[in-house]
């Protein structure tokens, strides 16, 4: 089993930066991948980006190339997201999600079925 636990979440505005984190306990050596997925109110879950802890490959999705930026501390099992020149549309639910048997390609943002998920931090951009 693995666990995953997110943070970071907090209101800004427009233009700011934040950095998630996704801190990940129990059998880690097993997990290939990490991916931030996210959510806003009345909308389907999107995929972000992901990064494959064995290749060091990385995949953002197109609303937030350049933008946001994906890393991680192995000394710590955490990985970060962090997100710069935040948009008011960049307001959702994140979480990370976590498996051993997917790389970091762009089919994994559609989400192939991660094994395991985070509880999710809010991140909230408004003026």
């Known amino acids: 089993q693995v666990q995953l636990v997110e943070s970071g979440g907090d209101l800004v505005q427009p233009g700011e930066s934040l950095r998630l984190s996704c801190a990940a306990s129990g059998f880690t050596s097993e997990i290939q991948t990490i991916a931030w997925f996210r959510q806003a109110p009345g909308k389907s879950r999107e995929g972000v980006s992901c990064l494959s802890l064995t290749e060091g490959d990385t995949y953002y999705a197109d609303s937030v190339k350049g933008r946001f930026a994906i890393s991680v501390d192995s000394s710590k099992n955490t990985v970060y997201l962090s997100l710069y020149n935040l948009k008011s549309e960049d307001t959702a639910v994140y979480s990370c999600?976590?498996?051993?048997?997917?790389?970091?390609?762009?089919?994994?943002?559609?989400?192939?079925?991660?094994?395991?998920w985070g509880q999710g931090t809010q991140v909230t951009v408004s003026a």
């Open positions: 999600a976590a498996d051993r048997r997917f790389r970091c390609v762009r089919a994994t943002l559609s989400d192939p079925g991660f094994a395991y």
